[in-house]
């Protein structure tokens, strides 16, 4: 139970000087665990420090980066920027209660968010707690999001312009993990405060999740009383890979005010499936992500706003180097590529018939350099091709990013 509680909970040591801590490598499994972890550890998986007798753990990371890029002939020149510094502060209140927040700061100070701050208390290895500011886990990347674990500078298109990247909201659920042999499987279900009408209207003109982001009155109360249910389950096998299936859904409009009925509730679901895995005789790692998005848009909306939207991402990552480099004994080199797909209208013009042609495709070849396991330097091209709602010759954007992100 003990050894268990330290895989779903952060585990936190009392260590003399500064100690670094590693949520696996304090477990003494009877089978390598090292390749059993499941994206739902992602906020636990991370490098802490604790000093001497302080209740407290910290840590972090930061990424920053460098970009040249070229629309349709036209370029904003050289620019260079901060993208985002985050940091971990955790402590164990107990032997079954624990405590972990992660701050971000964005753009330098532009965006100042908490994107987690929970008290989880453990019940069993299938049943635990979890209450406060909850990452809603939808897909993949939004619990594993972490800059030092990418070997992009950008994140994917489909989680940050589809799907809300790093969405989390106020609420509360249970989460469970349980091993058998090679294969391990877990479960999260929340209920928090969701998404409002931002995403219908806002400064885009189409349909899109990430404005409500902008709400911070979602960790204060609901928009309009209605629970969002999340949920997930994730099967690993230790040769073969992982996979998750996940639910986001709930009413997003305000139907009522003081008894008074306004509208009918208008829902807004999203399905997710991801799969990662690495090939073992070439140390191939992938790792993609789909998504499907379902929103009920009023008929007094254009046909601009899309009721349904899909996309995704797969990475694919090849070791190519490994081996000492400039002193760095675990150094590693990867070629890597992401191709992206996203379509924030899919559906037919009523009128015509003809498709709707509001989406973008992305190629990313990149190389990154690892000069240990949490910090990566990462050299990127990009190029796009996005098409407008009518169909019209898509805008291309090409450029060159270079970037730095770790772990501190």
């Known amino acids: 139970m003990k050894n268990l509680a330290i895989l779903f909970l952060l585990p936190l040591s009392i260590c003399k000087g500064f100690a670094q801590i590693d949520p696996v490598l304090l477990r003494k499994p009877v089978t390598d665990t090292s390749r059993m972890l499941l994206n739902m550890d992602a906020v636990y998986n991370r490098p802490l420090l604790a000093a001497g007798k302080l209740p407290v753990s910290l ?142 209207s806002n400064g885009q003109n189409k349909t899109y999740l990430p404005a409500a982001k902008e709400n911070p009155d979602r960790f204060e109360e609901s928009f309009n009383g209605v629970p969002l249910l999340t949920a997930k389950f994730a099967l690993r096998n230790n040769r073969i890979g992982e996979i998750g299936v996940s639910y986001m859904g709930g009413v997003y409009n305000k139907f009522q005010d003081d008894g008074l009925i306004l509208d009918k509730k208008r829902n807004v679901n999203v399905y997710a499936i991801d799969f990662n895995t690495t090939l073992s005789k070439t140390k191939t790692f992938i790792n993609g992500e789909w998504a499907w998005v379902s929103v009920d848009v009023p008929n007094t909306y254009t046909e601009q706003f899309g009721r349904a939207q899909q996309g995704g991402f797969l990475d694919i990552v090849q070791p190519v180097y490994s081996r000492s480099l400039f002193g760095f004994e675990k150094s590693v080199i990867n070629a890597a590529i992401r191709l992206e797909y996203v379509d924030w209208n899919k559906g037919k013009f009523i009128s015509t018939g003809d498709n709707i042609a509001d989406h973008i495709y992305s190629v990313v070849p990149a190389i990154s350099w690892r000069p240990t396991p949490q910090t990566v330097f990462r050299f990127n091209y990009r190029y796009n091709w996005q098409t407008d709602l009518l169909g019209n010759p898509p805008s291309r954007l090409a450029g060159f990013q270079f970037g730095f992100s770790t772990y501190f």
């Open 59 to 200: 840590g972090g990371y930061v990424e920053a980066n460098y970009q040249y890029l070229n629309e349709n002939g036209i370029s904003e020149g050289h620019q260079f920027q901060m993208r985002r510094l985050t940091l971990f502060v955790a402590s164990s209140i107990s032997k079954r209660l624990k405590f972990l927040s992660e701050i971000e700061f964005e753009d330098g100070t532009k965006e100042i968010n908490i994107e987690f701050a929970s008290i989880d208390f453990e019940l069993a290895p299938l049943l635990n707690f979890r209450g406060g500011v909850v990452m809603n886990p939808i897909g993949s990347f939004n619990q594993n999001h972490d800059g030092p674990k990418w070997e992009f500078v950008d994140r994917p298109i489909s989680a940050t312009q589809m799907l809300p990247a790093t969405w989390s909201n106020v609420g509360f659920g249970i989460y469970g993990k349980k091993y058998s042999k090679d294969w391990v499987y877990g479960y999260e279900l929340y209920l928090t405060n969701g998404f409002d009408e931002s995403i219908i």
